[in-house]
């Protein structure tokens, strides 16, 4: 059973947007926060935005005012809007489940969904 599965990503040009989706399994979704993550060619995964069970969220500086994070809990599906992309928010972007978000990921990861923000 897939527990997380990110779609959404595509090519951009730079100053658009894009919306990327989690869906998770029911049980993750009902008892995890859950997170995005990114990963860019030759550089370290790196937290973008999380949302608790009681929708608290989180984002990292680089991204507040042009990311935002919401979840559809009838759907249980998480959303990452972005918006104003710039070449550098091109990375792989993965879904992350568990209970210590964002101080620490949890174990359950999606296989990720490419995001490339280029004219």
């Known amino acids: 059973q897939v527990q997380l599965e990110e779609s959404g990503g595509g090519l951009v040009q730079p100053g658009g947007s894009l919306r990327v989706s989690c869906t998770a399994s029911e049980s993750i979704f009902t008892a995890y926060a859950i997170a995005w993550y990114r990963q860019a060619p030759g550089k370290q995964r790196e937290l973008v935005a999380s949302i608790s069970r009681g929708d608290r969220t989180y984002y990292e500086d680089s991204v507040k005012g042009r990311f935002t994070i919401s979840k559809d809990n009838a759907k249980n599906t998480v959303y990452l809007y972005m918006k104003s992309l710039k070449p550098e928010d091109t990375a792989v972007y993965y879904c992350?489940?568990?209970?210590?978000?964002?101080?620490?990921?949890?174990?359950?990861w999606g296989q990720g969904t490419q995001v490339t923000v280029s004219s």
């Open positions: 992350n489940a568990g209970l210590y978000l964002p101080a620490a990921p949890g174990g359950y």
